[in-house]
């Protein structure tokens, strides 16, 4: 035999036993519908409904547990339809978006234009992203006396709307989010006075038939056959199912979990149903968002149903309950913490980004402070509030945090990004109470504290790495307190870069340790400024900073400076000078621990005592 046909010989079987070592999507299958049961029969023993588990190309998993009709000994399977709640506003939305691209409607659209009579002149500012976003200011109809006293009667978007508009808004319309049916009774409203059809009827031919939803609808409660998984819920009063009610715009269609793997597969997967521009709005939730992670929930007596898809990796997760709720949504979390665990087992690295932005206020948070505390990975977000951050596997385990000047921190587990990378971060502001100051008549005095002429011997302190969040500081102490900081001054030694700088100005009280600790700041003070050499200025007359203790000043780089920093590129350089036992500290980047450092920077503070 030749030395070519042994060597063609030995690549055959090497690949053979490459190809039988590789994990199969039927192998990953198993894996997965292995790793679910033992979750259910570890946690849900009593749990009955139909899970879907999905990533495109690798695995399709469903398992069903328990009956849609335990008196008649009915198995709950593919076909089941289970009642969805308000996971069925997900039609509504798909059915907004399908007349926006038939160029029917605008999401920015006046309410009015389509329905009118409502006795808050504010409805007149009501446009359809508002109802669509739940930020129009009604809330639910729930509790109106004419919906208590007619709720058996009621069947069609009509018969809803003469008490809705007798209902005042709770806030101007955009002004902040509240969750809202009455919104999306509206939206059914529209979409019956745009198509001239019936809301039911619209969503049937242009959600269900085109999708071959075969079990979906929005039946009469006394049409439903025994593939209805009867709810079952410890409220008393739903011992009866009212024969002569059905879903709304709002929610309460059926579907089964074969269904909704449809409309996963041609909406979110093969993106064939919606436009892209469409599909955005509604990842986005129509908020001008780029999202990859899509969910939505619903819930109601003998209902909890969940569905979470994330797009860059094609998975999908639904859990379809005829229980109580939140049985659907723990659940998901679960499934979703699996999967987690799985991609942690899977992947190098992980790279995070998103935008850090003003909680119910539409604005970004300029250089917040992102890390993992006291690990050396940070960052910051750039002017837009925009961040990236890359987290090795031996990190998956720990928590990142988001920190601002005047914001509440956040802390969120790494884990619960790796399904949804790119993620904002919405910051709630600190409420600030000024406490009075009352002056009895007498004089201030002025000090500069700190050091004030710049030695011949003072050389250039930076960084190394020049990470976003690394910061140098010193501890400066006044005569008397308590004080007030009216200025910080701090020396450029020099900058070899002709692009403008950054720096933003801290102030710090020592910890229990004597090392930097609490914010004193409440929002930040940053200098730009292209100056090759000399003193700069943070004016802080405005903040009227009290002082009672010594306190760290010093400055933070907050934009990158380079990936390889060395003494000749950084910038700017702080002026400094050798000594011991100078009470300055420097960390590397955001969030890192602070470590003792053998040099004095040239700041000063002038104090008011």
């Known amino acids: ?27 990953k299958e198993k894996k997965i519908k292995e790793e679910i049961t033992e979750i259910l029969h570890k946690k849900y023993t009593h749990f009955t409904g139909a899970i879907l588990v999905a990533k495109e190309n690798e695995f399709s998993t469903k398992i069903y547990q328990g009956y849609s009709n335990i008196d008649k000994q009915i198995k709950i399977d593919q076909n089941t339809s289970f009642g969805l709640a308000s996971m069925g506003k997900l039609f509504t939305m798909m059915s907004i978006l399908k007349l926006v691209e038939q160029g029917r409607i605008s999401l920015n659209d006046k309410l009015i234009d389509f329905v009118s009579g409502f006795r808050d002149e504010r409805a007149k500012m009501v446009t359809i992203r508002h109802l669509l976003t739940h930020t129009s200011g009604w809330e639910h109809y729930w509790q109106h006396p004419e919906y208590i006293k007619n709720a058996e009667e009621i069947s069609q978007i009509a018969d809803y709307l003469p008490f809705i508009k007798t209902m005042h808004l709770d806030f101007t319309p955009g002004e902040k989010y509240q969750y809202s049916n009455v919104g999306y009774i509206l939206l059914g409203a529209i979409i019956e006075s745009i198509s001239k059809q019936e809301y039911h009827s619209f969503v049937a031919q242009q959600i269900f038939e085109p999708m071959d939803m075969k079990q979906s609808s929005f039946a009469f409660n006394s049409v439903l056959g025994d593939n209805f998984a009867k709810p079952i819920t410890k409220d008393e009063s739903l011992t009866k199912i009212k024969t002569n009610q059905r879903g709304s715009a709002d929610g309460g269609a059926y579907s089964s979990i074969l269904d909704i793997e449809k409309l996963i597969q041609q909406v979110f997967v093969a993106k064939t149903f919606l436009t892209e521009e469409a599909l955005k709005e509604l990842m986005g939730n129509f908020n001008n968002e780029e999202n990859e992670f899509y969910e939505i929930q619903g819930g109601f007596k003998g209902v909890s149903t969940s569905l979470v898809f994330h797009d860059p990796l094609k998975i999908a997760i639904v859990v379809l309950s005829n229980q109580d709720p939140p049985i659907a949504e723990e659940l998901t979390k679960d499934l979703i913490n699996l999967l987690q665990e799985n991609i942690m087992r899977e992947k190098a690295a992980v790279l995070l980004s998103g935008r850090v932005k003003k909680a119910n206020v539409d604005g970004p948070i300029s250089y917040a402070n992102i890390g993992i505390a006291n690990k050396g990975i940070g960052t910051a977000s750039d002017i837009n509030g925009l961040y990236k951050i890359e987290i090795p596997k031996t990190h998956f385990n720990d928590t990142l945090t988001f920190s601002a000047l005047g914001f509440k921190t956040i802390q969120i587990p790494i884990k619960d990004f790796l399904l949804n990378p790119k993620r904002n971060i919405n910051m709630e502001e600190i409420a600030m109470d000024l406490d009075e100051v009352t002056v009895h008549g007498q004089r201030f005095m002025t000090t500069t504290e700190g050091l004030k002429n710049v030695s011949p011997l ?53 910890d229990a340790n004597g090392n930097p600790g609490k914010d004193l700041l409440l929002s930040s003070e940053i200098i730009e400024s292209r100056l090759k050499k000399g003193w700069i200025s943070f004016d802080l007359n405005e903040h009227l900073l009290e002082i009672n203790t010594p306190v760290f000043i010093g400055i933070e780089w907050i934009e990158e400076m380079n990936n390889k920093v060395n003494k000749f590129s950084a910038y700017p350089r702080i002026s400094s000078i050798s000594g011991k036992n100078t009470n300055s500290f420097a960390r590397t980047t955001s969030l890192n621990k602070w470590r003792s450092i053998q040099i004095k920077l040239f700041l000063n503070a002038d104090i008011e005592f």
């Open 458 to 510: 003072a050389s250039g302190a930076y960084i190394g790495g020049g990470y976003p969040g690394a910061a140098l500081v010193s501890l400066i102490e006044s005569p008397k307190y308590p004080a007030y900081i009216k200025k910080v001054n701090v020396h450029i030694r020099d900058n070899n870069k002709e692009k403008v700088f950054k720096l933003r100005l801290r102030i710090m009280a020592p």
């Open 1 to 27: 035999m030749s030395k070519r046909l042994i060597f063609i010989l030995i690549m055959i079987i090497l690949s053979n036993v490459w190809l039988y070592c590789q994990p199969t999507a039927l192998d």
